[in-house]
């Protein structure tokens, strides 16, 4: 079974402060993609990367999918209380099947 | 609006007693798929469609059956339920697999005694 998984779990930070998290596997995917999710709710997508090396930038948030395909990380620049969330990275293994991460739940505490 | 509905959203049962959740999309996408969301688990993937009358299986398929006759819909079948089946479950849809993004319904929570 394919697994993706991230680091750190919790993460709970000041407001202004820098943070990365992380997201492992020993498997290559055709792609990647970054969602944030509140409670109560479902996932909403942030970003899809599929060359690797690739970096895409959405406003505070850079993303970076390894030259591999194996791993990605997301960068939060100067957080804010409004990036409080879980964030899920999920891997689309072959052309049909996504695996998903462990998620890390994040705290911006202003 | 374009969206992902999923009935019922909370739902208490007991096990061995027959259910369906529905799932439907108003955006004519190709793919939808069932997840189930656990606490230090993540998503993972029950079942997914390529289009109609096209299923296939995703890492935890057990104990669950989907059908796609119409593109918009994509139930969710458990036969007879059990308690560790008590959980969040999530249907997406994406206009395809690969590279596009996959929207999802506010989910059903489901508990299983």
């Known amino acids: 079974t394919q697994l993706l998984e991230q680091s750190p779990q919790f993460l709970s930070i000041q407001e202004g402060e820098n943070l990365t998290v992380y997201c492992n596997s020993s498997?290559?995917?055709?792609?990647l993609q970054w969602y944030r999710q509140e409670p109560g709710e479902g996932p909403v997508l942030l970003v899809t990367?599929?060359?690797?090396?690739e970096v895409k930038k959405l406003k505070r948030l850079t993303f970076q999918f390894g030259d591999a395909r194996k791993d990605s990380s997301l960068h939060i620049t100067a957080a804010q209380p409004g990036d409080t969330g879980l964030y899920l990275c999920?891997?689309?293994?072959?052309?049909?099947?996504?695996?998903f991460g462990t998620g890390t739940r994040l705290k911006v505490l202003a | 609006e374009a969206q992902v509905t999923q009935n019922p959203r909370y739902l208490i049962t007991v096990t061995g007693k027959k259910l369906t959740v529905t799932c439907s999309q108003n955006?004519?996408?190709?793919?939808m798929s069932w997840y189930r969301q656990d606490p230090g688990l993540g998503l993972r993937q029950i079942y997914y469609?390529?289009?109609?009358?096209?299923?296939d299986k995703g890492d935890v398929p057990e104990g669950y059956k989907v059908s796609r006759k119409e593109k918009r819909n994509f139930p969710l079948i458990l036969e007879s339920p059990s308690p560790n089946q008590t959980s969040l479950y999530f249907c997406?849809?994406?206009?395809?697999?690969?590279?596009?993004?996959?929207?999802f319904g506010d989910g059903t929570r489901l508990s299983i005694l």
């Open positions: 997406a849809s994406s206009l395809f697999p690969n590279n596009q993004p996959q929207h």
């Open positions: 999920a891997g689309l293994s072959g052309t049909y099947k996504y695996i």
């Open positions: 469609s390529m289009n109609v009358e096209v299923t």
């Open positions: 990367v599929v060359t690797g090396g």
């Open positions: 955006m004519n996408h190709e793919y």
């Open positions: 498997s290559v995917f055709s792609s």
